[in-house]
């Protein structure tokens, strides 16, 4: 079994590991939100091959967008761990739920449709402006990429699941209450905007 300091520095030896280590400095931004990640925080570090160069790159995740958008690689590196990691059961359940429902990790927060131009990726009918939406990502090359939306009528039947309020908050943090009480209506099939 691999001590944590080990882990931690694989970078040196060559060997492709991921870690959980205190950031150093509030310098790297996360890749799974676009936030920098604050000095003394815990973040992810996660290796992998880099698609520009030869050789291995780490690219840095808050602990929280990790288990949201990187579910594999984060509870790979949690069952490696022995010490104590506050919130650990909320993380591993937020990541297993991305394990058992293989789109989760796209889910990108949700907002009203700034325009009426964008289908959904589920029903592949149009997204009404001002309807609620749920952006989706794809991991290519090491990063996020914006891939479309679904209305967030269609969670359901696109993700397998509604159990995305805890992604929401985190990826659209200004979102206030009465918006999240309004979308959660609309993911469980109460929308008042069925017609389009
Ligand atoms: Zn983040
Ligand atoms: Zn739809």
């Known amino acids: 079994m691999p001590s944590e300091e080990e882990s931690a520095e694989g970078a040196e030896d060559g060997r ?11 310098r790297a931004k996360c890749r799974g939100c676009g936030v920098a990640i604050g000095k003394g925080e815990l973040r992810f570090g996660e290796r992998l091959e880099n698609p520009f160069a030869n050789g291995e790159m780490t690219v840095w995740f808050h602990l929280d967008c990790a288990a949201f958008k990187r579910p594999e690689s984060f509870l790979e590196t949690l069952a490696g761990r022995e010490e104590a990691l506050e919130d650990r059961e909320r993380l591993e359940s937020e990541a297993r739920l991305g394990l058992e429902h293989r789109r989760m990790p796209r889910v ?11 289908k959904c990726r589920s029903c592949h ?30 969670a359901r ?16 943090p200004g979102l206030s209450e009465g918006e999240l009480e309004e979308l959660s209506g609309e993911l469980e099939g109460m929308a008042s905007d069925a017609s389009s």
């Open 16 to 26: 492709m590991s991921h870690s959980i280590e205190l950031a150093s400095s509030g």
């Open 157 to 172: 039947a696109y993700l397998d699941t509604t159990d995305v309020m805890s992604r929401v908050r985190r990826f659209s």
């Open 108 to 118: 990108n927060g949700a907002e009203r449709a700034t325009s009426g131009r964008a």
């Open 125 to 154: 009918g149009v997204i009404a402006k001002g309807a609620w939406r749920i952006p989706l990502v794809f991991w290519e090359e090491g990063r996020f990429a914006p891939s479309g939306f679904i209305h967030a009528g269609c």
